[in-house]
């Protein structure tokens, strides 16, 4: 099945395709990034019945569903030529990475490994190795998927777009760019140009993702969570007790609601508090508290509840423990 | 309407009319005849499309032929050296790594990147790099030792 007819244009240029989309911009004008999300949704879909979503609205109807295509194209603006997009610069109190920066250059990065551990996460476990090597960050944040495996640490690390257009250029958190499933606020003729990270200078800080799916590649998350929390003093181990006064924590969430979710009043729990079991397990229910999922065919909405408290916990270990040993290894 | 570019395609230089629509997979197969690279699923999911773009294994299903305009592009027809097959082919025959056969063109080709940036992976890089490439016929245990092999293949003629 080939795709349907669009047409395509590739600037060199940032200045020239910001141009060039503020003349154009309107439907049927979409942003091509890595490609592995919107060529996927350009093609129309023929699913035998057996594969389709076990929803009980999905239970009747004919053997065969074909879907048509989920996005119709009439140009690609595509950004692919453009060198000033891709990149990961790190500047004196920040890190700065291109939105066409790919999710295997996050992956192999030694400053997004070590100073933003949980993006490093995230990175890891997008799609497969064929994805993440054409697969874009700024795609992954634009596609705006309430799982995805990139958007949910970048919340929790207090990441900030700045999107670009031919009237200038604007930055927001994270927190505030995605409205709905695969809704943002980037105007018709904006771009995202990049994502900037403050580094703070903390004694200690930890950053962690972990993701619940039924298999390790090519998969979408059941529930996912992140967090990054910074210290006071670096934490100790104190006979086994979990120790270090938190300064700040921020949790985010992914696959629990229409957008990606932040749980302010989940770190703001641990804020002064020792690091230990019982402030964990205190942050980890008021997060399932505030999470509202769906039931779907990958997961109830009850069991995903249960499993943000489990994912909660985790990652705030990781998180310590990553503070603890100033190193990173993959979060079990 | 058709636009021309130009790309290299197994060392040899090309100039293909395609339409923007046209995938990577699509030129080569339909364009080029180099039906070596297979179309399975089309949306990503399954690595039988693999092919080296600059020498990174990407998905020639969800690449447009005008992105690679310009660059190098390595598929399983460009491994051979005439009848002589790369050693990591010649490990794939002999230790039995290929049922079917659709798969094998993507998994050699992933796994020969793999091999560019790691020569000797363990058993858990091999499966972590080869996650994408799905096989049908679950062969995926042969398939590990074929590449542990054709690394152990490459390293000897390197020292010969």
């Known amino acids: 099945m080939i795709l349907p007819r669009f047409d395509y244009y590739a600037p060199t240029g940032l200045d020239e395709a910001l141009s060039w989309l503020a003349e154009h911009h309107g439907s049927g004008v979409k942003i091509l990034g890595g490609g592995t999300d919107l060529l996927v949704d350009v093609r129309g879909k023929i699913i035998p019945d057996q594969h389709r979503p076990r929803c009980q609205e999905h239970r009747d109807g004919p053997w065969l569903a074909r879907y048509a295509p989920t996005e119709s194209i009439e140009i690609l603006l595509a950004l692919s030529r453009i060198t000033e997009l891709r990149g990961i610069a790190v500047e004196v109190n920040c890190v700065r990475i291109g939105a066409m920066t790919t999710i295997t250059d996050l992956e192999r990065s030694p400053v997004v490994r070590t100073r933003l551990a949980g993006l490093w996460d995230g990175a890891r476990q997008l799609g497969s190795p064929l994805v993440r090597n054409r697969g874009t960050y700024g795609g992954n944040l634009c596609n705006a998927r309430p799982a995805a495996d990139t958007a949910i640490p970048t919340l929790a690390l207090g990441g900030r777009l700045v999107l670009a257009s031919i009237r200038g250029e604007r930055t927001v958190d994270h927190s505030d760019f995605v409205t709905g499933p695969g809704e943002t606020i980037l105007e018709p003729d904006e771009i995202l140009k990049e994502v900037v990270f403050d580094l703070a200078n903390d004694p200690a800080m930890g950053s962690a993702y972990l993701k619940l799916s039924n298999r390790k590649a090519l998969e979408i998350a059941v529930v996912s969570a992140a967090a990054m929390v910074t210290f006071n003093s670096p934490p100790a181990e104190q006979g086994g007790i979990k120790g270090g006064v938190t300064k700040s924590a921020r949790i985010a969430l992914g696959a629990v609601a229409p957008t990606p979710l932040l749980v302010p009043e989940a770190g703001e729990a641990l804020v002064g508090k020792e690091l230990d079991s019982q402030s964990i397990s205190e942050a980890a229910r008021i997060a399932a508290g505030v999470a509202r999922p769906i039931t779907d065919h990958r997961g109830g909405d009850e069991y995903r509840r249960m499993m943000v408290e489990v994912l909660v916990r985790r990652v705030l270990m990781s998180c310590w423990e990553r503070a603890l040993a100033g190193t990173v290894e993959e979060a079990a | ?160």
């Open chain 2, 1 to 160: 309407m058709k636009r021309v570019i130009t790309l290299t395609v197994n060392g040899l230089s090309c100039e293909v009319a395609v339409e923007p629509r046209r995938t990577l997979a699509e030129l080569l197969r339909y364009d080029l005849g180099l039906t070596g690279t297979k179309i399975g699923c089309s949306i990503g999911d399954c690595g039988a499309c693999t092919v080296l773009i600059d020498g990174v294994p990407s998905l020639s299903c969800l690449v447009l032929a005008m992105e690679v305009e310009g660059r190098d592009i390595l598929t399983i027809e460009g491994l051979a050296d005439g009848l002589k097959l790369h050693p990591l082919q010649e490990a794939f025959v002999e230790v039995g790594a290929i049922q079917c056969g659709f798969c094998t063109p993507g998994m050699v080709l992933t796994a020969l990147a793999l091999l560019e940036d790691n020569p000797e992976p363990t058993e858990a890089e091999i499966r972590r790099a080869l996650s994408g490439n799905l096989c049908r016929c679950t062969g995926y245990q042969k398939i590990v030792e074929a590449v542990k092999e054709g690394s152990r293949k490459i390293q000897l003629e390197k020292k010969s």
